[in-house]
């Protein structure tokens, strides 16, 4: 079982940054393999961005050039760190860790059978 514990969120002005961070546990990790998704109230939970096993790193159009995920596989810690933030990025945010043993995870939500608790971003405009 993966436990996905999520912090980092918080109330922020429009251009400001934040780092959210997702700490894993439960399995042992050779290259952490998260995805990052949000929802926003009354909207369906989106993919954000993902890094493979290999340190490959993919984002949603809405996060390219903005966002950036990365990880410290010493504290099997993955972080997104998140700049230029907008009104629209407002959402609670989820980490989400694939089966065992998955290499390159998909960015659909279905391909993610653990999730974290999830933390809330909101932007101020």
Do not use: H
């Amino acid at each position: 079982q993966v436990q996905l514990v999520e912090s980092g969120g918080g109330l922020v002005q429009a251009g400001g940054s934040l780092r959210l961070s997702c700490a894993a546990s439960g399995r042992t990790f050779s290259g952490v393999v998260i995805g990052w998704f949000r929802q926003a109230p009354g909207k369906e939970r989106e993919f954000v961005a993902k890094i493979n096993w290999n340190g490959g790193t993919y984002y949603a159009d809405s996060g390219k050039g903005r966002f950036t995920i990365s990880r410290d596989n010493t504290k099997n810690t993955v972080y997104l760190q998140m700049n230029s933030l907008k009104p629209d990025d407002t959402a609670v945010y989820y980490c989400a860790a694939p089966p065992s043993g998955t290499l390159v995870p998909a960015i659909s939500t279905n391909a993610y059978p653990y999730w974290g608790q999830g933390t809330q971003v909101t932007v101020s405009s």
